[in-house]
């Protein structure tokens, strides 16, 4: 190539970088190579400054237990499973099992896995209990910390995006098991609660400001659900995150915030035009049809407002309907993060562990038991029993015990490396 046609295209070259430089400033994106990922119209942007779709999978169970994953019916929150253990083998016992249940359930072999199958995100559903000490306003267990550090450690090590999800907040957003509330979405009409909720994301958000692994935060996942007094609630849902982002905002700039729409993530009739430079909207869908229809009026908030849109939860069902889902999502350009990663005897998840020899009398006591002493103890197993089959789990639910759903991790369009998820 001749000197002049090399001078001319490097002024070419020069002339579109400074296009894209341009583009970004008018859209508020973070400066390419600062490190942290961001937000240009419609787009999730990398640090490089390219489209970025989120392929992803939730880290359910492991910081907020669910029932219905340990094939459990009664005891379906994380206080009822609690109290379900606390009756079977006494409350040290239980508190001892929760803290190696914790260091087991996910560990680094884990997120590694998640990398080697080309997964880019996890989102980590926590539970406001495990930082505070709610009977005592503003008393910080900063020891739960070290679950979330290490986390994101380990998704730092890999590659991994992190989207951190505060699936439980103070007083209950929700109003189900998933929140860990008492049955009502307390938060809205709590000040108290509130206060706690919003200092603790500031407290996160302040510790995690410079983390450029984490990528942002999922404020309240599936709030208010749909049998509550909608008309009088979902009015105060914005107005809650206007409080927790500009609580966010006097710590840390740099991170993403998620806002879920009302009744289980579905409902964006809630919100106004965007307050913050780097909001993203974020719904769940279950069990529906995979047609166009189901998503469009997040496609059209979307294009109506020129911000992004993320699925932060489906899955929980046939390989067939999620390979569907999953397609449907994407050729809307679309990311997205499946539930769960790991779940006990079951297909529908990544990986999957044996229930425990024994668990069938856990199961028995947890649909026996009524409210009163007596019945407790009419209906509690040999605490010997008990003991061993949580011993058993303790080491099942370790990611070189568990089996791999190929199905599943099809449907993700992905597979299974050759060799298997463990290196």
């Known amino acids: 190539m001749r000197r002049t046609e090399v001078t001319r295209s490097c002024q070419q070259m020069l002339r579109v970088m400074m296009t894209i430089m ?4 008018a859209h508020g994106v973070v400066a390419a190579g600062d490190g942290f990922v961001s937000i240009r119209g419609k787009e999730i942007i990398d640090p490089a400054g390219f489209p970025l779709l989120l392929r992803g999978i939730n880290l359910g169970n492991w910081l907020v237990p669910e029932g219905y994953m340990f094939k459990l019916d009664s005891a379906s929150s994380p206080r009822l499973i609690n109290g379900l253990l606390s009756e079977l083998v006494g409350p040290d016992e239980a508190r001892e099992f929760w803290k190696e249940f914790r260091e087991a359930y996910i560990t680094r072999e884990d997120i590694r896995a998640i990398k080697r199958l080309g997964l880019n995100s996890v989102r980590v559903p926590f539970n406001a209990r495990l930082f505070i ?16 550090d290490r986390v994101i450690a380990w998704c730092g090590e890999s590659g991994i995006s992190v989207i951190l999800d505060m699936h439980c907040a103070p007083g209950g957003q929700t109003g189900d098991n998933i929140d860990d509330s008492y049955g009502y979405p307390f938060l809205f009409d709590s000040p108290a609660a509130q206060d706690r909720t919003i200092d603790l994301w500031r407290k996160i958000a302040r510790r995690y400001a410079t983390e450029q692994t984490v990528i942002g935060y999922d404020l309240l996942n599936e709030p208010i659900a749909h049998y509550f007094d909608t008309a009088r609630l979902n009015p105060l849902l914005e107005p809650l995150y206007k409080k927790i982002v500009a609580a966010i905002r006097t710590v840390d700039t740099n991170h993403l915030v998620f806002l879920g729409g009302a009744q289980w993530d579905s409902n964006f009739a809630v919100f106004g035009p965007p307050f913050d430079a780097l909001a993203v909207y974020t719904f769940h869908k279950y069990w529906s049809d995979t047609t166009q229809a189901v998503i469009q009026d997040y496609v059209d908030f979307r294009s109506m407002h020129d911000v992004p849109i993320w699925m932060g939860e489906s899955g929980e069902n046939t390989d067939r309907w999620i390979t569907s889902f999953r397609s449907l999502v994407e050729r809307n350009n679309i990311g997205w993060c499946f539930w769960p990663f790991k779940r006990m005897d079951a297909s529908r998840c990544v990986l999957t562990y044996d229930m425990p020899d024994g668990w069938g009398l856990v199961q028995q006591y947890d649909r026996a038991r009524g409210t009163g002493y007596s019945s407790l103890r009419a209906h509690r197993p040999d605490p010997a029993v008990v003991r061993a089959a949580l011993k058993q789990l303790l080491r099942s639910v370790r990611f070189e015990h568990c089996r791999t759903n190929a199905g599943f991790i099809e449907a993700l369009g992905s597979r299974v490396p050759d060799g298997g998820l463990k290196e």
């Open 133 to 148: 000490a709610e009977d005592y306003d503003a008393v910080y267990l900063e020891d739960a910390f070290k679950y979330l």
């Open 22 to 25: 341009v583009t970004a400033m």
